[in-house]
């Protein structure tokens, strides 16, 4: 199987305080495959998904991340984004005076600029626009107000969501997409990713909970605790997480 | 993302000013100085009415009293060579002696020079339905749509055409705002003020389209002293325009105008500016000193309301104002400044509450990159007769790069106990937060630095005509270039 | 001006009397030649207030009358670690955990050519008290009580310098004693925080219609330092409090907060100064305002961030009540930011009490005056519970209610 990610005895520590998080963790993500990563609060999750999005608050001490047997490390966050790495934000940003539609479309067009893909026309994209909304089951009264501003905890991660299916990542990072989501919303995340699950995509996500794992049914399921990933499996691990807590894994 | 000084350097060099060329037109220009003897030719030249050269003279006179006692006014925290007032023409006007009365009269290397300026005249002021009065130096040169606006009863013309053509208005309300003796600059303006525009609207009409006049500061070393001054007449409305740039010269420019509103008891004026000229180069030589005195006043129910973008000049000192008189009367200031470079700003506004259950609203933005200060200075009084009166302030920095400064300087005196005052400010940089959010959506540090600082200025922009709107975003873009990175 | 004349005299008189001071007497010629900041050109800081009674009264140092009595009781102070600065002269017996600095050791941590008032009280304060504070006094308090009696006009110019040792902590309390005597204070107080040391200093000025009291604070904080000011305020004639505190080591914080009333024809100054000259600094400037009569207030604060001082957090609020017709507030809330990665905020209001709560309270039957006094007690409450010493806040809360129901609210 092609990988698209691979990391290896990676060490990571936020840059202020020179805390360590992340303590020799290995991963690795073929094409195609949908990864999850449990574990409980402070282990590492986020450190994670951050440090493969290229969040400079987090420093890489030691170790590789490969994507595309490209090192990552000391590439722009941009840059990432461009070849193909998406992460759903925890707390996304608000940004005044921005709209959705000028930001998204900004975005699709770096990318495609990037990629040597013709920029899509206004109307081309708003058909595309249009669409998504609709299968995301975006509120399109939000998305005329700025970015994320005034929308609750739950809009906000639709809106990610909505972002993810526009620009089409190689690799998806879902940060705690399913908190503060209600049925309703869960299902229609655990839809979109279903949606978009193929041969080529691949898509980490992290949680605390199964909830969203159950619409999604990953291939493979990793506990992440103290900065390690201390057991790996399928979904059948995520049973076993709800039965027995993270406790047994320590 | 480091900063990469380096970096940073070299596309600072790169940066040129895209409007930066000079039009050879021959100019017929009064030697350098100021004297009696020059404000007299001044008032010669432009075949002035008496009272008007008597006017000037008191400015005059009142200058050279005032220069010789205080000089220039030292309070606001902006620093420049001392101006020689000796070695500046006061007056500049290109060769023709009569203005003409349609584009094609205008010379056509004028009229490339507004090209160049990103204006063409013809086109934009047909397909925006723009009225333009466009100022070249001291004499205005071309006027369109004057024939539609005359049947609306409308006057839209350079000042000198106004003193000659309806001397009871100009009379009437020259120095009604801003007395010949309200401040230095002001004072030498009204001594020896070029040209500018004059504006009447009728009772009861409503302008319908945008009045628009571009301002150039052309000749070497010529100071630009333009006097404006628009009157809304009872119940009537206007919203008008005014862009300038200017072309590099090496040696600091000084412009010193004055613009002067009069809205009349429920008449509206919304007064937009869009300011570029020379800032100077990367090494702080050269750029404008833009000294300008702007302020409206306010009758019963009326409004005023000013919008800036001010993203030019070596130094800018402005203070768009409104003294609310009337009763019920609204005055408003929309206003993103932003210094690159050398540049320095010392700008805001003023809001003087006399009149009952006034209004003002003040919303400022300040953006510092480079190695110049920024400061906003407002000042908002409450007389004790404005009962019932409401004042909200906004201002808001942002710091690009650890050379520059954002002062922020709000003068708040209430003297009335029904008035109602909220300030707010804040002083910061550009979120790391939501550079990451828009990065990660690969957009690369320029690019998002540029989104969220034009979304953070929106609040302003929204209140320009849409084209200008447009134009504004584009400005910033263009300012900031090499900033970060 | 002739009353320059008249503090030239009492200062040459003074110099008969004690050694001869190259700083006393730059300083004195720095006065003497601007005189007070009477509608200076220029100078904004005391651009609101009308000092110009300064210059028709002559105010004199009176160092021999400084034997006078504290009546305790009506403070409620504790009568242990009092220090009691009469007509101007502070009286200090040895207390534990406390030494005296020798005076050749003494440098001031401000420049007299500052402010006219710190010029003046430099060159005649005639005996300084500097104390150095150990650990042997952590957890303590510090009562400083000013006093003054005199049948002349007298001109009172103590100063206090505290050096509090690292790790150490302690509460210092200032309160100025109402009285009758015509005079002009001006006392000046100097605090040097040193490493990770704590001050908690409470100030009351208790309300004279015959005192001019200008009151300078100067602070200076080192690392890992916390300093807490609180200041309660009840009109004088003429008053100014006076604070600039510079945040000199990385992780030091202030918190300064400040209440002040004004009524008839008093008028007071704030003027408030923070400095970040370091990284990693924060601050807080809050301050109200209850303003009634002819009185004016005005508050001019600013926060200024030094180049390189990167991570500052300020923040800075004045909030003003204006009561009555003949009242004037002129705020001044500044920024003066020279380093980017920093968050500072600002605000002002001015105003009388809100409408829509005032109409609520009155649809449940209180009456517009009552709804109105509470009201305006709750804006004052809010300053005063942050006075940390117990005894202190309830004579500050004690006379706060007693100020209350005589203010005149134009409703």
């Known amino acids: 199987m092609d990988k698209i990610l691979e990391i290896k005895n990676l060490k990571a520590s936020v840059t202020e305080t020179e805390e360590k998080i992340l303590n020799g963790l290995n991963l690795s993500i073929g094409k195609g495959e949908t990864h999850a990563i449990m574990g409980p609060n402070g282990g590492g999750k986020s450190t994670l998904v951050n440090v493969i999005a290229g969040k400079d608050s987090y420093s890489v001490d030691s170790g590789e991340i490969e994507f595309f047997s490209e090192d990552l490390i000391e590439m722009e966050v941009d840059e990432r984004a461009k070849k193909g790495i998406f992460m759903a934000f925890q707390y996304p940003s608000e940004i005044p005076g921005v709209r959705p539609w000028q930001f998204i479309k900004a975005s699709v067009d770096s990318k495609r600029k990037f990629l040597g893909e013709k920029e899509l026309s206004v109307r081309e994209f708003s058909k595309i626009y249009d669409e998504n909304i609709k299968i995301v089951g975006m509120n399109q009264d939000l998305m005329k107000r700025s970015l994320n501003e005034g929308f609750s905890g739950g809009e906000k991660k639709r809106n990610e969501v909505f972002q993810m299916l526009m620009l089409e990542p190689q690799l998806a990072l879902l940060d705690e997409t399913d908190s503060g989501l209600d049925v309703d919303a869960l299902k229609s995340v655990g839809d979109v990713v279903n949606r978009m699950r193929n041969n080529e995509r691949s898509f980490l996500i992290v949680t605390h909970y199964q909830r969203l794992l159950d619409h999604i049914k990953p291939d493979f399921v990793h506990v992440l605790i103290k900065g390690k990933i201390v057991e790996s499996g399928g979904y059948e691990l995520v049973k076993k997480i709800e039965e027995n807590g993270y406790e047994s894994f320590v | ?485 | 001006m002739e009353y320059i004349k008249h503090y030239e005299k009492n200062f040459s008189d003074l110099l008969k009397t004690s050694d001869i001071d190259h700083a006393k007497q730059n300083s004195f010629d720095f006065f003497s030649k601007s005189g007070f900041p009477i509608k200076k050109k220029g100078d904004e800081r005391w651009k609101y207030l009308d000092l110009r009674s300064l210059e028709k009264t002559f105010y004199s140092t009176d160092y021999d009358n400084d034997n006078l009595t504290i009546n305790f009781d009506s403070i409620g102070l504790d009568k242990s670690n009092i220090i009691s600065v009469n007509n101007g002269v502070p009286k200090y017996e040895s207390l534990e955990g406390i030494e005296i600095i020798p005076n050749e050791l003494y440098t001031p941590i401000f420049s007299f050519s500052e402010d006219e008032f710190l010029s003046l009280n430099t060159s005649l304060s005639s005996k300084h008290l500097l104390l150095k504070v150990n650990s042997k006094f952590n957890g303590k308090v510090l009562n400083i009580v000013y006093i003054s009696d005199s049948e002349k006009e007298i001109l009172e110019c103590p100063r206090i310098f505290i050096e509090v040792e690292q790790n150490v902590e302690l509460t210092v309390n200032e309160i100025f004693i109402s009285s009758d005597a015509v005079n002009l204070k001006l006392p000046v107080i100097e605090i040097i925080l040193n490493e990770n040391s704590k001050v908690f200093h409470n100030l009351v000025f208790q309300s004279s219609f015959t005192e001019n009291n200008f009151k300078f604070t100067r602070v200076d904080q080192k690392e890992d330092s916390f300093y807490k000011l609180t200041s309660f305020s009840n009109s004088s004639l003429l008053a100014a409090n006076d604070i600039k505190v510079g945040l000199n080591g990385k992780n030091s914080e202030c918190d300064l907060k400040g209440l002040y009333f004004t009524t008839l024809n008093s008028q007071f100054n704030t003027h408030v100064v923070v400095e970040h000259n370091v990284p990693y600094t924060k601050s807080n400037q809050y301050f109200k305002g209850i303003l009634s009569d002819n009185s004016r207030a005005v508050f001019s604060g600013k926060i200024y961030v030094e180049k390189n001082a990167q991570k500052a957090y300020a923040e800075q609020k004045d909030l003003n009540l204006v009561m009555s017709k003949g009242a004037e507030i002129d705020t001044k809330p500044g920024l003066e930011i020279y380093a980017d990665d920093v968050e500072c905020y600002h605000g002002a209001t001015a105003g009388h009490v809100d409408e829509s709560t005032l109409y609520y309270m009155m649809t449940r039957g209180i009456d517009k005056k009552s709804a109105t006094q509470m009201l305006v007690n709750g804006f004052a409450t809010e300053i005063i519970n942050e006075i940390t010493d117990e005894k202190l806040r309830s004579f500050a809360q004690k006379q706060s209610d007693d100020i209350l129901p005589s203010l005149s609210f134009d409703l």
């Open chain 2, 1 to 485: 993302m480091e900063n990469n000084s380096l970096s940073r350097e070299s596309k600072l060099e790169d940066k040129e000013y895209k409007w930066g060329f000079t039009t050879d037109v021959d100019t017929e220009v009064v030697p350098k100085g100021l004297s009696e003897e020059v404000v007299k030719l001044i008032s010669k030249k432009k075949k002035e009415p008496n009272w008007l050269f008597d006017w000037r003279l008191k400015a005059y006179k009142h200058w050279l009293k005032q220069d010789e006692k205080e000089g220039e006014p030292e309070w606001a925290m902006v620093e420049y060579p001392k101006i020689d007032y000796q070695d500046i023409h006061y007056y500049a006007a290109p060769n023709k002696s009569d203005a003409p009365k349609s584009l094609d009269e205008v010379d056509p290397e004028m009229l490339e020079a507004f090209e160049k300026l990103g204006i063409p005249l013809e086109e934009r002021a047909q397909l925006a339905g723009v009225a333009v009065d466009a100022v070249f130096d001291s004499v205005s040169v071309a006027t369109t749509y004057e024939k539609q606006l005359k049947e609306l009863g409308i006057i839209f013309c350079s000042f000198s055409e106004a003193v000659q053509n309806h001397p009871d208005l100009i009379k009437k309300y020259l120095g009604s705002v801003v007395p010949y003796s309200d401040n230095y600059f002001a004072n030498l303006n009204s001594a020896v003020f070029s040209d500018g525009s004059f504006i009447y609207i009728p009772e009861g009409v409503r302008c319908p389209i945008e009045l628009m006049t571009y301002f150039r500061i052309n000749t070497a070393d010529t100071g630009q002293f333009e006097r404006t001054l628009i009157v809304a007449d009872k119940n009537s409305y206007v919203s008008y325009l005014e862009g300038c740039t200017a072309p590099i010269r090496k040696s600091s420019q000084l412009h010193a105008a004055v613009v002067e509103l009069v809205a009349l008891d429920g008449a509206e004026i919304k007064y937009s500016t869009l300011q570029n000229w020379y800032p100077g180069n990367k090494d702080g030589e050269g750029g404008v000193y833009n000294f300008v005195t702007k302020r409206g006043k306010c009758g019963n129910k009326s409004k005023i309301s000013w919008t800036q973008v001010e993203t030019g000049s070596a130094i800018t000192w402005k203070y768009p104002s409104v003294i609310l008189q009337g009763d019920d009367s609204i005055g408003e200031f929309y206003s993103v400044a932003l210094t690159n470079n050398h540049q320095q700003a010392d700008t805001g506004t003023k809001m003087i509450h006399i009149g009952k259950n006034t209004k003002s609203t003040i919303v400022a933005k300040g953006i510092s990159a480079g190695k110049g200060n920024n400061t906003y200075r407002g000042q908002v009084k409450i007389l004790p007769s404005a009962e019932n009166s409401q004042n909200f302030t906004q201002c808001d920095s942002l710091l690009i790069g650890d050379q520059c400064g954002a002062i922020t300087l709000p003068y708040i005196e209430v003297k009335n106990p029904t008035a109602k005052l909220e300030h707010e400010a804040s002083t910061s940089k550009v979120s790391d937060e939501q550079l990451f959010y828009l990065m990660q959506r690969g957009l690369d540090e320029e690019e998002a630095h540029h989104m969220i600082i034009t979304g953070w200025s929106k609040e302003v922009f929204k209140e320009l005509p849409f084209e200008f709107a447009v134009e504004a975003g584009q400005l910033l873009k263009v300012s900031l270039e090499g900033a970060v990175g």
